[in-house]
């Protein structure tokens, strides 16, 4: 077989050549919309796409002082060219001047990143990245390492609360207020909730800001699926001061299976100290899920860092998925 040919795209635009057969299909593509700096793809004898990924290096996050680039999109037929594509991917990062390689990402932690390491039987649920499990294998063997962690925990729900009695009092008696998602005023209230993630999650790990549009625009593909029961934002003097979105497990619902409430947004702004309010909002959601007939609920994909792990924790939170970024110095 002839050596694959390696092509740059500068831009955003998908290439032109088709997929050759075996290759995820195009959806693993980073979208137009997602802006990358560049794409890399290698072809075959035939002019058919082998393996590709798309790029960024500008408006990226920082990890340990320095802008990162990042690789996304990826997909290739094997081991082989997964390596030539990826070593190609490092050196473009490398001539633009990053040090640090960082992927799968498509350009910052609100799009689609990190590979399913490890995990059980359970089909994959709403939401969650999914990959061939040779993938985190090829990217190893390109000379990456791990990054981040993250996991995935289902719960019980048998409608008991951990938050005190004493704990809730004292809060109600902060101005505390919890109210459901008014569902008629979703644009707005996605900016309230906007709002609060600004707030809470700018010390998170590899955190870039995102603009309101992109933030409205993302959380607009799944308002047909949003359940009022199952969002709880929290003010104090008609300011909003944290939030916990979730939604039903459609994915498991569509294959015949008993859907759980996937804990997807967690989020307190730590100005307003609210000691207790992540818990009390994840009690009045798993309470209200109880009550709708579900008996689990998955706290999805949180990075070994975030205390909302603590939460978890005090549900009794089982692990059963596993998940990382990977990292390569340049």
Known sequence: MNAPQIHFLTGPQVPDPPLADGLPTPENMAATDERPDARVYLTNENGRIIAHAALWWSETPVHEGAQIGTIGGFAARDGLTAKILLDHAADRLRDVGRRIAVGPMNGNTWRRHRYV??????????LEPRNPPEHPVWWRNAGFSELSHYTSSVIDLDGSRVVS??????????GIVIRKLDADRYEEELKLIHAISLKSFSSNFLYTPLDETE???????VRDHVEP????????????????FCIRDLEAEARGEKPAVIVKTLAVDPQSRSAGLGSLLVDEVHEAAFANGYTESIHAMEHESNTSRKITGRYGGRVFRNYALFFKLL
């Open 117 to 126: 390491i490890s995990g059980g039987s359970r089909g994959p649920f709403l």
């Open 165 to 174: 009695a004493a704990m809730k009092s004292r809060l109600d008696d902060s």
């Open 215 to 221: 933030f409205l625009q993302a959380y607009a593909k």
């Open 229 to 244: 029961d199952f969002v709880r934002i929290a003010e104090r003097e008609g300011v909003p001061c944290g939030f916990l």
